[in-house]
Each structure stands twice: as C-alpha cells, then as structure tokens.
Nanobody, 123 residues
Framework: VQLQASGGGLVQTGGSLRLSCTAS????????MGWFRQGPGKEREFVAA????????YYADSVKGRFTISRDNAKNTVALQLNSLKPDDAAVYYC?????????????????WGQGTQVTVSS
C-alpha cells in the first residue's frame, strides 16, 4: 500500500488547511486510517483517526473541535480539515493505515505510512 499525503503549506494563525491522503496498491476500505504529526524537536504524536466505514472518529485533545477527519472509500482518500490553526500545530503531518478497522491513537497499530506533508503556521 502506498499513501500519498498532500495539502500542506504556510498559513497564518487562525487560518485553515485541508490535508488529503490517497491510497493505492492495496486495500483501503477495510481499515481504519489515522493522521499523526511530528513538530520540530518533538516526538511523533497522534492527531486523529477514523474507522473503516467512517462512522467512528477519534481526536487528540489538542485538536478536538478544530480538526475534522473524513474519508471517501470510493476514492481511497482520507482528509484532515485543519481549522483555527495555531503555531503549535506546525509539523509534518503523516497519514497511516491501521491493521484494524477501529480507530486508534497507537502508532504501533498502523502498518503503512505516507511520506508526510509540511504544515507551517505563522504567528
């Protein structure tokens, strides 16, 4: 499975971005998908996850109410809408495919990872 993330860029504090991740070369619709991020000098952290059918979502407390994860299984894509961005949200954002159908914050449950897309937030 190959995952291609896109949509990152430079945005001002309070602005919005929409990240997208497209899967190819394997099964997509049977597995949960997640977004993680890694800021400069920080460890990778969980951001959001969505179940295989999209009926269940899970967010990190730091992004709850500001970010929204969604998926389109017909198009093999998962998206992350980022609103009310803060400088602390600046990071490389990675999409990942879980081994399971349920969403999880555990990176060990994800077996395929995209290359990442950079989000920069200016203050």
């Amino acid at each position: 499975v190959q995952l291609q993330a896109s949509g990152g860029g430079l945005v001002q504090t309070g602005g919005s971005l929409r990240l997208s991740c497209t899967a190819s070369g394997g099964s997509f619709g049977s597995y949960a998908m997640g977004w993680f991020r890694q800021g400069p000098g920080k460890e990778r952290e969980f951001v959001a996850a969505i179940s295989w059918a999209g009926g269940s979502t899970y967010y990190a407390d730091s992004v709850k109410g500001r970010f929204t994860i969604s998926r389109d299984n017909a198009k093999n894509t998962v998206a992350l809408q980022l609103n009310s961005l803060k400088p602390d949200d600046a990071a490389v954002y990675y999409c990942a495919r879980s081994r399971y159908g349920r969403p999880s914050a555990m990176s060990s449950e994800y077996d395929y990872w995209g290359q990442g897309t950079q989000v920069t937030v200016s203050s």
